[in-house]
């Protein structure tokens, strides 16, 4: 399975941004649809944003359409999410995940996951 390590989490004040990535490792990464979801505590993993093997088609949740941003650059086996005018309600770990599927909203269509980045929104 590809390993993958998300990084970019931290503490910022609601408004503003925060940029996340997504180190995959293996020749195949390319391969993957890519997804991120986030949890809060005490609640379910959710469907944030998802992304094409290309990155051509993309989906997001409809709390976070129009301010977050989803990419991913293949030859650096890299995904990204850029996310601006945060609420406290954005808070959470952050997860990245690969699937076969990028129109799959929902944690069990994808194979492989990070570890998490904490994401903490300040109001």
């Known amino acids: 399975q590809v390993q993958l390590v998300e990084s970019g989490g931290g503490l910022v004040q609601a408004g503003g941004s925060l940029r996340l990535s997504c180190a995959a490792s293996?020749?195949?990464?390319?391969?993957?649809?890519m997804g991120w979801f986030r949890q809060a505590p005490g609640k379910q993993r959710e469907f944030v944003a998802t992304i094409s093997r290309t990155g051509v088609a993309t989906l997001y949740a409809d709390s976070v359409k129009g301010r977050f941003a989803i990419s991913r650059d293949n030859a650096k086996n890299t995904l990204f999410l850029q996310m601006n005018s945060l609420k406290p309600e954005d808070s959470g770990v952050y997860y990245c995940?690969?699937?076969?599927?990028?129109?799959?909203?929902?944690?069990?269509?994808?194979?492989?996951w990070g570890r998490g980045t904490q994401v903490t929104v300040s109001s």
């Open positions: 995940a690969a699937g076969p599927d990028f129109s799959a909203r929902v944690e069990t269509a994808f194979d492989s």
């Open positions: 293996g020749r195949t990464f390319s391969s993957y649809s």
